[in-house]
């Protein structure tokens, strides 16, 4: 008898484990519950009694649900725009908070001047602006870069609205500058943004001690 030949063993190859490819994480965003937002600035407001302070909680309100690293409150006095309140989160990191107010809010605006903020007032529009330094030459306003200049700043995104007292007269402006994303670049006010901020900019009516010098 002849011994059966075995055939040569075959080395089994173990099955690759193949692993999905990750893919890039979307953009993180911040999701806004306006309506959590405005409930909470009007119960503020109902228990502040001090106008200026009552403006300040506006404009932080504001800068947190549009991820503005900076923004102003004007208020009218006859036929000048006054500072009102004034933040900017990266002068007050780089120089700290009283020397960024003194350089952000060094004089009160005219409104004969062909600034974002007088035109505001007089018109009772809404303006935003992805580039303030690209603003179209038919356009009735510009951005006073010596602001700038003095502060070592740059304004990109702007988004300013009027403010209205509770006879509807317009008293003063909301500015927001520069919407930073979850990334921290400055980008654009979102339609979104330009909403919740006139919502919200419509609780100055409730405010205790408005200006009665404001625009009809």
Known sequence: MTARRRRPATRKTAARKTTPRKTAAAPKTTAVDIGAEVARLGTTLAGEADF????????TTARR???AEAGTVYVRRGDMLEFAAVQNEVLERRIGAEEMRKRLAARPLSLSDPSIASYVVLTRATVNLGDSYEIPMDRPYTLFREVDRKADYRTRSMLATPLRDAHERVFGVLQLINAVDAQGLAGSFS????????????LAAQMPAAPTRATS
């Open 52 to 59: 200026a302070k009552c403006l300040d909680h506006l404009l």
């Open 65 to 67: 649900v549009t991820g």
């Open 191 to 202: 339609s979104e943004h330009q909403a919740h901020v006139q919502t919200l900019a419509a």
